[in-house]
């Protein structure tokens, strides 16, 4: 397997295992938007619930005022019978009170006819530390005067609700707008405990004024709703069918966006921290009060709305293409291994092929070209001094009086003669296009492509045998063994006959023996 197959595979393993992943992840991404609209929607449903809730106690004040819109004199009696059958209804609502606009020289007035029902009545004010005390003097007085129900709200009874700051601003923005107004959270005077209210006050005027200064002269006093904001939000949210959310009520319109109630779930921690999941929802203004729901769902909650299939479809997807890669892997190992050993098998054919080939194109003693590589050889260069237009030369060589050297010396020493002729006629030659080969018995040739004169070469190749001095008693020419040569030139065409080429070298051999021997005839 080379290394582009095997890079291949493994780069498609990794697209398949990364699409895989990314098919899981797709399906926990719809997961969570479904979780995502199910907070939504179980929190829009605690919302508007809270909502129906704050705008009915609202309704409840706007009752009362009309108790106080149509009577000059509202008697305690009478604003105890109504507010207790309000407060039979609404059993959450902490008080139902009136507080009227008590100017100073009146505060002895009010104090006399009040103590005639509520001997102990006073006009108070708490000081720092929480204790109740005579409330200081004053322009202006708005104490509470009549309250429902009075049994839990005694700390209550006589407090001036302009003592407070933050508070009198309240019921100054509330006469003058002559609109509802809620208080920010607040701990009540009559809190017993460290749950945080608020108050809305609802102003009553003398007739119907229509500016602020009018409203501001003609200020009765204002009815008022005291509520703990733990007790609305608890039997609002228990009614509610969506379970497994912490709900944060949190007061948007209040510069520290500060936090009112928090529903904090048993055996979640940090339920309350913001979460990936967290949906804030602002609930309708009321009373000039900004609210907002932050909802922040459980570990259980989430947990029971996941499944197992995008961790399945990752991990089975991986699987499955891991064991498709480990697979084809194999097949492509194995089929390397066969193509290898066929290739193998190939390349040992071609080796045999090429060793016979060269065999059948060498003499099998001399180890130089034979007679059939000369042959088609010669007929190549032939064909190529006719196309290029150059000369070609031809040598054909005799080994003299060879015959009477193996009578005289064996056959043995004859055939070592003709190695030893061989190698050093292929010595003589330089050029690697040259060609020497064994003609046959002690005949040998040369062919030289693109050679002008071969008289040269064939001289230089007489001179070089002639040096090997290897002995012969027995020639006529010399004590040692010679060569004859016959060389002939041709710049061949296509009129040219390669037969007529090789016999004129033929024949300047012939002429080199009968001339003597140890001769070059051109």
């Given at each position: 397997?080379?290394i582009?197959s095997?890079?291949r595979?493994?780069?498609?393993?990794?697209?398949?295992?990364?699409?895989?992943?990314?098919?899981?992840?797709?399906?926990?991404e719809?997961?969570?938007?479904i979780?995502?609209l199910?907070?939504?929607?179980?929190?829009?449903?605690?919302?508007?619930?809270?909502?129906?809730?704050?705008?009915?106690?609202?309704?409840?004040?706007?009752s009362?005022?009309?108790?106080f819109d149509?009577?000059?004199?509202?008697?305690?009696a009478?604003?105890?019978?109504l507010?207790?059958?309000?407060?039979?209804?609404?059993?959450?609502?902490q008080?139902?009170?009136?507080?009227?606009?008590v100017?100073?020289?009146?505060?002895?007035t009010?104090?006399?006819?009040?103590?005639?029902?509520?001997?102990?009545?006073?006009?108070?004010?708490?000081?720092?530390?929480?204790?109740?005390?005579?409330a200081?003097d004053?322009?202006?007085?708005?104490?509470?005067?009549?309250i429902?129900?009075?049994?839990?709200n005694?700390l209550?009874v006589g407090?001036d609700?302009?003592?407070?700051?933050?508070?009198?601003k309240?019921?100054?923005?509330s006469?003058?707008?002559?609109t509802?107004?809620?208080?920010?959270?607040?701990t009540?005077?009559?809190?017993?405990?460290n749950?945080?209210?608020?108050?809305?006050f609802?102003?009553?005027?003398?007739?119907?004024?229509?500016?602020?200064?009018?409203?501001?002269?003609h200020?009765?006093?204002?009815?008022?709703?005291?509520?703990?904001?733990g007790?609305?939000?608890?039997?609002v949210?228990?009614?509610t069918?969506?379970?497994?959310?912490t709900?944060?009520?949190?007061?948007t319109?209040?510069?520290?966006?500060?936090?009112?109630?928090?529903n904090?779930?048993?055996?979640?921690?940090?339920?309350?921290?913001r979460?990936k999941?967290s949906?804030?929802?602002?609930?309708?203004?009321?009373?000039?009060r900004?609210?907002?729901?932050?909802a922040?769902?459980t570990?259980?909650?989430?947990t029971?709305?996941?499944?197992?299939?995008?961790y399945?479809?990752?991990l089975?997807?991986?699987?499955?293409?891991?064991?498709?890669?480990?697979?084809t892997f194999?097949?492509l190992?194995?089929?390397?291994?066969?193509?290898?050993?066929?290739?193998?098998r190939?390349?040992d054919?071609?080796?045999?092929?090429q060793?016979?080939?060269?065999?059948?194109?060498?003499?099998?003693?001399?180890?130089i070209?034979n007679?059939?590589?000369?042959?088609?050889?010669?007929e190549t260069e032939?064909k190529?001094?006719?196309?290029?237009?150059?000369?070609l030369?031809?040598?054909?060589?005799?080994?003299?009086h060879?015959k009477?050297?193996?009578?005289?010396y064996?056959?043995?020493v004859?055939d070592?003669?003709?190695i030893g002729?061989?190698?050093s006629?292929?010595?003589?030659?330089?050029?690697?296009?040259d060609?020497?080969?064994?003609?046959?018995?002690e005949?040998?040739?040369?062919i030289?492509?693109?050679?002008?004169?071969?008289?040269t070469?064939?001289?230089n190749c007489?001179?070089?045998i002639?040096?090997l001095?290897?002995?012969?008693e027995?020639?006529d020419?010399?004590?040692?063994?010679?060569?004859?040569i016959?060389?002939?030139t041709?710049t061949?065409?296509?009129?040219?006959e390669?037969?007529e080429?090789?016999?004129k070298a033929d024949?300047?051999?012939?002429?080199a023996?009968?001339s003597?021997r140890?001769?070059?005839?051109?």
């Open positions: 397997m080379n582009f095997t890079s595979l493994f780069f498609l393993a990794f697209i398949g295992i990364a699409l895989s992943v990314f098919l899981g992840w797709s399906f926990y719809e997961e969570t938007k979780i995502e199910d907070i939504r929607r179980d929190t829009d449903e605690k919302v508007a619930a809270l909502e129906r809730e704050l705008f009915i106690n609202l309704e409840v004040l706007f009362i005022k009309g108790l149509s009577s000059d004199n509202v008697t305690a009478e604003f105890n019978k507010t207790q059958s309000i407060l039979a209804r609404h059993p959450h609502i008080a139902l009170s009136w507080a009227p606009k100017l100073h020289s009146e505060r002895g009010y104090k006399r006819l009040r103590r005639k029902e509520l001997p102990d009545f006073v006009i108070t004010e708490r000081k720092e530390q929480g204790k109740m005390i005579r200081e004053r322009a202006v007085y708005f104490p509470v005067y009549y429902e129900p009075i049994t839990r005694k209550a407090f609700l302009a003592s407070n700051t933050e508070r009198l309240t019921l100054e923005i006469r003058d707008l002559g509802a107004q809620a208080t920010a959270s607040i009540l005077v009559q809190e017993a405990s749950q945080k209210g608020f108050i809305t609802i102003p009553i005027y003398q007739g119907e004024p229509t500016t602020i200064e009018q409203r501001r002269d200020l009765r006093g204002f009815v008022t709703g005291v509520f703990r904001i007790d609305i939000f608890d039997s949210i228990k009614h069918s969506a379970q497994g959310i709900i944060t009520l949190v007061d319109s209040s510069p520290s966006f500060e936090t009112l109630h928090l904090h779930l048993p055996n979640e921690p940090n339920s309350g921290q979460s999941f949906y804030q929802k602002h609930l309708t203004k009321f009373s000039g900004q609210w907002s729901i932050i922040t769902p570990n259980g909650y989430v029971e709305r996941r499944s197992l299939l995008p399945l479809i990752s089975f997807g991986a699987l499955f293409v891991a064991l498709g890669a480990a697979y194999t097949v190992r194995r089929s390397e291994y066969i193509e290898t050993m066929v290739l193998d190939t390349n054919l071609n080796d045999a092929k060793k016979l080939e060269t065999l059948s194109r060498t003499d099998a003693l001399t180890g070209a007679r059939r590589c000369f042959d088609e050889r010669l032939w190529r001094a006719i196309r290029e237009k150059t000369p030369s031809l040598m054909m060589i005799d080994v003299d060879f009477q050297f193996n009578d005289r064996g056959h043995t004859g070592n003669c003709l002729v061989a190698s006629l292929q010595k003589s030659l330089y050029r690697p296009d060609l020497v080969a064994r003609y046959g018995g005949e040998f040739v040369i030289l492509p693109n050679t002008k004169d071969a008289s070469p064939a001289e007489r001179r070089a002639e040096n001095q290897i002995s012969h027995t020639s020419t010399a004590q040692h063994i010679t060569i004859s016959g060389a002939v041709l061949p065409n296509n009129q040219s390669l037969i080429f090789t016999n024949r300047a051999l012939y002429e023996k009968e003597g140890n001769k070059v005839c051109t």
